[in-house]
């Protein structure tokens, strides 16, 4: 049986069908922005490859802690392909990562949020969007770098200024501008934060493993960086950061496959 995953993050929507194996056979990707576009694309492309019958779940940014996000999508979507469940773009990529384990992961691309397990409940740090951005996320990051350079990003949008991350990274990799390390490890101490006060919801622990995701968090620099700032930084604990090798999409199609099979026994 085919499966599709969808994975609508912050910037770009992904929409892959996997085989009976989990090969990814198709994948379309395209920017993301309104949920109306969304659904519209969505829709034209499953109609271009007669994939309406093929169980879906859909990882949508937001979709945790706004309800409307969930009611919109299953009001528009649900009588037109075979969509099994709206989750969490957070809760997916947890899910490409442990499976339906538990563990920490981090997302850090144009927002940032730690999504984590505790008697089978997803819980989240972060996430909440502010208007200067996520602490530690692409836009956050954007905004010092912009502010401080006194560059008008009034009437831009959050993904244009996220990318801005990319130039704070490579003059700090590669200049050691003084700025952009400063604004680095700034971002890690809020990210550092993160880990904190959702270490404060376990008995103590002396290791702990954490999934990383998100365009920023695929940079190496930005990664080794962050592992050394943490580990300073969190005391009476070892910390391991890891690329999880599978994606979002995957994750949200397995557990089409297993919502489906629940609902056909």
Known sequence: MYAIGIDRGGSYTRISVFDSSF???????????????FVKETLSYYASINAEKIPTVI??????????????????????????????DAEGAHRAAFNE?????????TGSVLIYKKEENYLIEGGKNPPNGDPGSGKWIGIKYL????????????????SYTTEVINKAKNDKDELCIKIL?????????????????????????????????????FRNELNKYANDNIQNIKVKFFIPETSIQKASAMYAIKLNEEKNK
């Open 59 to 88: 990882s949508c940014k937001g979709a945790m802690t706004r309800k409307e996000i969930r009611d919109y999508l299953y009001n528009n979507l649900n009588s037109k392909i075979n969509l099994k469940k709206v989750i969490s």
């Open 147 to 162: 502010t401080e350079n006194k560059t008008d990003f009034n009437n831009w949008n959050d993904q244009k200024i996220a």
């Open 23 to 37: 090969n990814e056979i198709k994948t379309h990707n395209f920017i993301s922005d309104s949920l109306e576009n």
């Open 185 to 221: 490890n700034e971002a890690f101490d809020e990210l550092c934060k993160l880990i904190k006060q959702a270490l404060t919801k376990f008995e103590k622990l002396e290791e702990i493993n954490i999934a990383l995701i998100g365009g920023v968090t695929s940079d190496e620099y």
């Open 101 to 109: 384990g538990n563990g920490f992961l981090i997302i850090v691309g």
